[in-house]
């Protein structure tokens, strides 16, 4: 069992940065997509990134390219997001997941094939 913990959100002016964190555990030595989804009310949830725990393959959302950053720490328990050139559209709950490398089409970012959720961090961005 997979279980994640994020935490690192908060509020921050446009054009501005945030680094969120998600602690796992329950995956190690195991082939996972961890990655980062958004929910904002009334939208879908979006998937911003996702990195492979064994090769530290990354793909990005659309709307975050160039901006976002996921990566991982060597012992692959903790999971970050760097949030920068912050823009009121980001603002959001963000989640973490995890998915089994075996179905996951990392690529597609789709939260239905992502198994494992965190409890979400809220990143609020004023103008």
């Known amino acids: 069992q997979v279980q994640l913990v994020e935490s690192g959100g908060g509020s921050v002016q446009a054009g501005g940065s945030l680094r969120l964190s998600c602690a796992a555990s329950?995956?190690?030595?195991?082939?996972?997509?961890l990655a980062w989804f958004r929910q904002s009310p009334g939208k879908e949830r979006e998937g911003v990134a996702t990195i492979n725990t064994i090769t530290g393959s990354t793909y990005y959302g659309d709307s975050v390219k160039g901006r976002f950053t996921i990566s991982q720490d060597d012992a692959y328990n903790t999971v970050y997001l760097q949030l920068s050139s912050l823009e009121p559209d980001d603002t959001a709950v963000y989640y973490c997941a995890a998915g089994s490398a075996a179905w996951v089409r990392a690529w597609l970012l789709l939260a239905k094939e992502f198994s494992y959720w965190g409890q979400g961090t809220q990143v609020t961005v004023s103008s």
């Open positions: 329950g995956h190690s030595g195991g082939n996972y997509w």
